[in-house]
């Protein structure tokens, strides 16, 4: 029979890689503007920085001042007026220290020579002179006619005009012309003599005294005119004064001029509130009438009445006491006696993170937004009870632009309150460049010179009161020199997987700054990047000018932006958001440093930026007011290339080989080969190579971080529970002999492991190591280069490069083109027709563009066509397919306990009715499942027999041996194979992959270093 040869073809990889493709605005890739190529927009925001709430500052006055404290004593003035009363009585009457003869007698009608000598003093009390002689007046006269006549008489008589003028007024005017000293009196008080200081420090003078209110205190004057002639002239007053004349009258009796013979004239004036000064004059006056004279004999007669004949005068002036006096005072201040703390205050920020502040001045908050006693200064009871005008000054120096300021005389009885609302007022120091620590004041109490009245009661004197309240101080802002460290939040921003090695040298980072902050602020930033292995890369960025608002309104916002390139740092202010032009541009660039573009060229997944915010100079501080910054990322696809490599993408499924198919390919194969196709329209060439493993998870590489990466994966995605991933080449470590690493998820035999390959194992603490899966490369092939790329470089033609002035340079011109054939040996045939899905993925590796630019356009695309073709032999290609038995589990290392049961499971493959299933704990290493005599005897025994084929078995072990050999097979009851040696037809059979252990739970204890191993991973082929 002649032998024909097919060929069976299976697509690998069947994909075209299209730039265009990638356009994703949820990630952040979108078109550049003329639409060539792509450009990754990135744009977020920082959590904002907020200025901390101004903190009310408490001032807590709360005084009651009163000064002098005690009050201000009255005075002590000792000054005593003694009284004065002076009763005179002028009486013509018999001297009785004279004799008989020597008596005043009138003349009669004889002409007798009389001696009328006048003896002078009052009755009982005569006047001497300096020798101790008698006091008199000697007059004789000589009467003719008449009868001599003596006093008192005892009738009436009668005497001439001329002798009555003669002897009697000239005498009794000539006596009062001798006391008329003591009728006119000057007392001095002597108030000029006082030492007033001594007194009272204010008083420069006592000017007045002031009498007090009695009948008690008057002054008097009695007339009695007993003569037979009228008293004339008669006036007394009292008058005061401090010099020469005395002009201040206290009391004038002048109202009966003329006092009668035989009448009286008294008057009194009572001295209550009248003031005297330091002179005091009393006076008085009266004269005795003459009569009328005739020079003919008949003079006229005057008659003179029984008795004496005699004028009664009476003086008297009584003041008991001074009510006050009218004083002169001196300059006076009572600043000194006034007791104000200093009222400083200690704006203390500390706790939000003001380390040191220096106030300048500060806006006061508006009555809307403060509390009842919040920026309120309340001067009350503001009073004098001093009996003088006090003048008062109170400024508070540190308001602008009200003046917080009293200007104003105090008087007694009208007291002052004033409220003074600070809302708006701007507090500074008197000097706008001096620190403001404490509020200035300036305060002046003092009496002017003045004149007042000041009671002689003993009472005191009063003082001056005030009542002073600020309770605390609420700012709208604040201005200083101040440093802070502001608060402020890292941010991380998600970055798409990229190309590690990939360099954006256009990208740009722009940080968009918002401010309504007026102060220097500085700010470092930290951009830290993390790529997909873990690594991190840092940037520092300095900034030392951030943009503040030019006013503080509410709507007024600085920006600034910062971009970073690869030329640098670029810092822009416009100091409004509506302005166009920059207010501020400046570059900053280093040649040696790393930039934004080392950043992005580290392919980061994600980046984070961690602001360091500070203040440090003057400026206005806002509560409330914050800085916010967002940044954009703008990465136009314009690279330079490193060499790197990375998967191409996500795997493709070969799906599991029905049982025929696999059975012809592996019994009838003749021949293997992959060819493929490649077309490369990308502007780099590149390295390709296709991966094949049993999961859809491939680790990047074989570096420990990358490892860590795919155990993080395969348990997010449900594949395994291992703690770590290691990789073993050989074999012989994987030998279940060894016992220290579960192979059964990768092969069902250990003569199914291929020596070389990458088995990927599972470590795991709470059991054995597992091997998890395989990467098995299939074949590596050379994409071709790029056939032209566009440049924009006039001088750099030629048959690479091609010349365009509108087309980007490093854009792809003409692709490359390439076709590759690769055979494929035996145990990869195997291998890739084992039971169950297969995973194949592209794996690139690009050579890099040697510093050279390329830009990626949407042109730009990768396709690849691959299939792998099997040549077989007719031989067995139309021999029916052998069914096969497979145990896959136990299936090798586990430990079962004789207390339990456990399930047998198997895979059938083709058309098998029942079975058989048997043990033997035989140790013979060459135990077989052809072999019955390992099946039954001392070794072996029947677990079930002639059983459905359901797949699945549960066995109870209660009554095995404790043993390290027990092995498991399973046999068709029906010969169902075709034994193509012999042309004979056999029962299937299989046994597991390695021995199993089986102990008794009684031996087991809690110390046990051994635990059972029940196999965690139930994925196996896609089958269980």
């Given at each position: 029979m002649p032998t024909w040869f097919i060929d069976i073809k299976m697509p690998l990889v069947q994909q075209r890689y299209e730039m265009a493709d990638i356009t994703d605005s949820t990630n952040g890739i979108f078109f550049t503007e003329d639409s060539?190529?792509?450009?990754?927009?990135?744009?977020?925001?920082?959590?904002?920085?907020?200025?901390?709430?101004?903190?009310?500052?408490?001032?807590?006055?709360?005084?009651?001042?009163?000064?002098?404290?005690?009050?201000?004593?009255?005075?002590?003035?000792?000054?005593?007026?003694?009284?004065?009363?002076?009763?005179?009585?002028?009486?013509?009457?018999?001297?009785?220290?004279?004799?008989?003869?020597?008596?005043?007698?009138?003349?009669?009608?004889?002409?007798?020579?009389?001696?009328?000598?006048?003896?002078?003093?009052?009755?009982?009390?005569?006047?001497?002179?300096?020798?101790?002689?008698?006091?008199?007046?000697?007059?004789?006269?000589?009467?003719?006619?008449?009868?001599?006549?003596?006093?008192?008489?005892?009738?009436?008589?009668?005497?001439?005009?001329?002798?009555?003028?003669?002897?009697?007024?000239?005498?009794?005017?000539?006596?009062?012309?001798?006391?008329?000293?003591?009728?006119?009196?000057?007392?001095?008080?002597?108030?000029?003599?006082?030492?007033?200081?001594?007194?009272?420090?204010?008083?420069?003078?006592?000017?007045?005294?002031?009498?007090?209110?009695?009948?008690?205190?008057?002054?008097?004057?009695?007339?009695?005119?007993?003569?037979?002639?009228?008293?004339?002239?008669?006036?007394?007053?009292?008058?005061?004064?401090?010099?020469?004349?005395?002009?201040?009258?206290?009391?004038?009796?002048?109202?009966?001029?003329?006092?009668?013979?035989?009448?009286?004239?008294?008057?009194?004036?009572?001295?209550?509130?009248?003031?005297?000064?330091?002179?005091?004059?009393?006076?008085?006056?009266?004269?005795?009438?003459?009569?009328?004279?005739?020079?003919?004999?008949?003079?006229?007669?005057?008659?003179?009445?029984?008795?004496?004949?005699?004028?009664?005068?009476?003086?008297k002036f009584r003041i008991e006491d001074f009510d006050s006096l009218d004083v002169t005072t001196s300059y006076y201040s009572l600043t000194d006696q006034v007791d104000i703390d200093t009222m400083s205050f200690d704006v203390d920020m500390e706790d939000q993170g003001i380390s040191k502040m220096e106030l300048f001045q500060a806006i006061l908050d508006s009555p809307d937004n403060v509390g009842f006693s919040q920026n309120k200064l309340s001067i009350t009871n503001l009073e004098s009870s001093l009996p003088f005008d006090m003048e008062f000054l109170m400024d508070f120096k540190n308001f602008y632009p009200r003046e917080v300021r009293i200007d104003t005389v105090l008087r007694k009885g009208e007291p002052h309150n004033y409220i003074f609302l600070l809302g708006g007022d701007t507090l500074r120091a008197s000097d706008p460049d001096t620190p403001l620590s404490q509020l200035e004041l300036d305060l002046d109490i003092a009496l002017p010179a003045q004149q007042a009245t000041l009671p002689l009661d003993g009472s005191s004197l009063g003082n001056f009161t005030m009542d002073m309240e600020m309770e605390a101080l609420k700012f709208s802002s604040l201005e200083a020199y101040m440093f802070m460290e502001m608060p402020s939040s890292p941010t991380q921003q998600e970055l798409p997987g990229g190309l590690t090695g990939a360099i954006p040298y256009l990208a740009n980072f722009e940080i968009i700054m918002k401010s309504q902050i007026r102060l220097p602020i500085l700010m470092n930033m930290d951009f830290t990047a993390t790529n997909s292995l873990g690594e991190v890369m840092t940037l520092p960025v300095v900034v030392d000018t951030i943009g503040f608002p030019s006013s503080g309104l509410p709507e007024d916002t600085s920006m600034t932006i910062i971009g970073l390139s690869r030329e640098g740092t670029k810092i822009t202010i416009y100091e409004t958001l509506d302005d166009s032009l920059p207010s501020y541009e400046k570059l900053t660039g280093c040649d040696t440093c790393a930039t934004i573009i080392d950043i992005l060229g580290f392919n980061p997944v994600t980046l984070d930026i961690i602001p360091t915010v500070r203040v440090d100079g003057r400026g206005t501080i806002e509560g409330g007011k914050s800085i916010q910054g967002g940044f954009k990322v703008t990465m136009p696809l314009a690279l330079i290339l490193e060499p790197m490599t990375f998967p191409g993408g996500t795997p493709t499924v070969l799906e599991e080989m029905d049982h025929d198919t696999r059975n012809k390919i592996r019994s009838s194969l003749i021949h293997s080969e992959m060819v493929f196709d490649i077309t490369n329209n990308f502007p780099f060439a590149s390295k390709l190579a296709v991966l094949l493993s049993n999961l859809e998870s491939f680790p990047i590489d074989r570096t420990l971080e990358a490892l860590s990466t795919y155990t993080d994966e395969l348990d997010s995605l449900g594949l395994s529970t291992a703690d770590s991933v290691y990789i073993i080449r050989n074999c012989s470590e994987l030998s279940p002999d060894g016992g220290n690493i579960y192979i059964f998820n990768v092969m069902t035999d250990f003569s199914e492991c291929i020596d070389g390959m990458p088995y990927l194992i599972g470590y795991n603490e709470s059991g054995l190591d597992t091997a998890i899966s395989y990467v098995d490369t299939l074949f590596k092939f050379i994409l071709p280069d790029p056939g032209q790329l566009y440049t924009d470089d006039s001088t750099n033609q030629d048959d690479f490069f091609v010349y365009s002035d509108s087309l980007p340079a490093g854009m792809i011109a003409e692709p490359g083109y390439a076709n590759y054939a690769s055979p494929m040996t035996t145990e990869r045939i195997r291998l890739i027709t084992d039971p169950g899905n297969h995973y194949v993925m592209p794996w690139f590796h690009l050579n890099g563009t040697n510093g050279e630019g390329i830009f990626l356009s949407i042109q730009d695309y990768l396709e690849v066509g691959s299939f792998i073709t099997f040549r077989v032999s007719s031989t067995g290609m139309f021999a029916p397919a052998n069914p096969e038995l497979v145990i896959t589990w136990p299936n090798g290392s586990e430990i079962l306990y004789t207390d339990q049961s456990y399930t047998i499971k198997w895979q059938t493959y083709g058309d098998i009715g029942n079975i058989n299933l048997d043990y033997s704990i035989d140790p013979d290493s060459t135990i077989s499942a052809e072999n019955d005599w390992h099946w039954g005897g001392d070794d072996g025994g029947i677990i079930a027999e002639d059983i459905s084929n359901m797949g699945t078995f549960d066995w109870d072990i209660s009554g095995l041996p404790v043993t390290d050999s027990l092995r498991i097979r399973i046999t068709s009851v029906d010969k169902v194979v075709l034994n193509l040696e012999t042309d004979k037809m056999q029962i299937a059979r299989d046994m597991n992959g390695w021995y199993l252990k089986v102990r008794n739970p009684s031996t087991v204890t809690s110390t046990t270093t051994n635990p059972i191993f029940i196999n965690p991973y139930s994925r196996k082929w896609n089958r269980e």
């Open positions: 060539l190529g792509f450009q990754i927009v990135l744009e977020g925001s920082m959590d904002p920085t907020v200025l901390p709430d101004l903190p009310v500052i408490p001032i807590n006055l709360d005084i009651s001042i009163a000064a002098p404290d005690p009050e201000l004593d009255g005075i002590d003035l000792s000054l005593g007026v003694p009284p004065i009363n002076i009763p005179i009585s002028i009486l013509i009457a018999p001297n009785p220290n004279l004799s008989d003869d020597l008596q005043l007698q009138l003349p009669d009608t004889a002409d007798i020579t009389i001696d009328t000598t006048v003896y002078l003093g009052f009755p009982g009390d005569p006047i001497f002179d300096e020798y101790g002689n008698l006091q008199m007046i000697d007059t004789t006269l000589i009467l003719s006619n008449w009868t001599p006549f003596g006093f008192p008489t005892e009738s009436v008589r009668h005497t001439s005009g001329k002798y009555y003028n003669q002897i009697v007024v000239a005498a009794f005017n000539q006596f009062l012309a001798l006391i008329g000293d003591s009728l006119n009196q000057v007392i001095s008080l002597g108030l000029d003599t006082l030492d007033v200081s001594s007194m009272a420090p204010f008083l420069a003078s006592i000017d007045t005294l002031i009498i007090s209110s009695s009948d008690s205190n008057y002054y008097l004057t009695s007339f009695k005119n007993s003569m037979p002639t009228s008293l004339t002239d008669v006036f007394s007053y009292l008058v005061t004064g401090n010099s020469d004349p005395l002009t201040d009258t206290l009391a004038n009796h002048s109202n009966m001029p003329t006092v009668a013979p035989g009448t009286t004239y008294e008057e009194s004036t009572i001295l209550s509130g009248k003031g005297i000064t330091n002179y005091l004059n009393l006076s008085t006056n009266f004269a005795l009438e003459s009569a009328p004279e005739l020079e003919s004999e008949g003079d006229t007669i005057v008659t003179i009445p029984p008795g004496s004949l005699y004028v009664d005068f009476t003086i």
